[in-house]
């Protein structure tokens, strides 16, 4: 089925690991996004990417690294994690060519840092 | 400040209630997307808008592009709507182009 796949849907770490979330998409949207979801504070951007090789910070950017080698694909890495990065991530993607079709999410990823 | 505020942040209601959940924006848009989060669930998209008003089945959503505010509004309300309802705006210029702003959300319990 066509759409935004996240992997894995949950993940515990323990403070000062590395590791990745994925994200991928089959739709060919120029536009893929992570965003973090926490009690309280709505759905915040973490990176963007407007295209493969183009990426941007968002609103929350401090901790996480991103790249776009491919339309396909957009990992979300954390370089040594923090109890304060316990949140549910989304990607989500988006085609401005055809904005008739909206964003589609993923089903996110549960992460806790102990 | 918010560049997106939804209210309330909180609604119960009783089945069969018309349901309104309000949204006001104060960044220029491109369009206006009405979210729904089941709880421990993956974001669902409802409507995209840019004018006007849209009706899927018992939901209908309209838009006030001077005013910068929108609408949800259920009706005949049923304990499967129980959901957050999030409204978030795509910007329409500059170096935010494309970018969602996303309200906190409006928690509803809808009882039998």
């Known amino acids: 089925n066509a759409g935004v796949t996240q992997t894995p849907k949950f993940q515990v770490l323990k403070t000062g690991q590395s590791m990745t979330l994925q994200c991928a998409q089959d739709m060919n949207h120029e536009y893929m996004s992570w965003y973090r979801q926490d009690p309280g504070m709505g759905l915040r951007l973490i990176h963007y990417s407007v295209g493969a090789g183009i990426t941007d910070q968002g609103e929350v950017p401090n901790g996480y690294n991103v790249s776009r080698s491919t339309t396909e694909d957009f990992p979300l890495r954390l370089l040594s994690a923090a109890p304060s990065q316990t949140s549910v991530y989304f990607c989500?993607?988006?085609?401005?060519?055809?904005?008739?079709?909206?964003?589609?999410f993923g089903s996110g990823t549960r992460l806790t840092v102990v | 400040k918010n560049e997106v505020e939804q209210s309330p942040q909180n609604l119960t209601a009783q089945e069969g209630e018309f349901i309104t959940i309000n949204c006001s924006y104060s960044?220029?848009?491109?369009?206006l997307h009405w979210l729904q989060q089941h709880p421990g669930g993956g974001i669902v998209s409802l409507f995209m808008?840019?004018?006007g008003k849209k009706k899927h089945g018992r939901l209908i959503a309209t838009i006030n592009i001077q005013e910068k505010h929108s609408s949800l509004h259920i009706t005949a309300s049923h304990p499967r709507d129980s959901a957050v309802y999030i409204c978030?705006?795509?910007?329409?210029?500059?170096?935010?182009?494309?970018?969602?702003?996303f309200g906190r959300g409006t928690q509803l319990t809808v009882w039998p």
């Open positions: 808008l840019s004018s």
């Open positions: 989500a993607s988006y085609s401005p060519g055809r904005p008739e079709y909206g964003y589609t």
């Open positions: 960044v220029g848009i491109s369009a």
């Open positions: 978030a705006v795509r910007a329409d210029r500059g170096s935010t182009l494309g970018r969602l702003y």
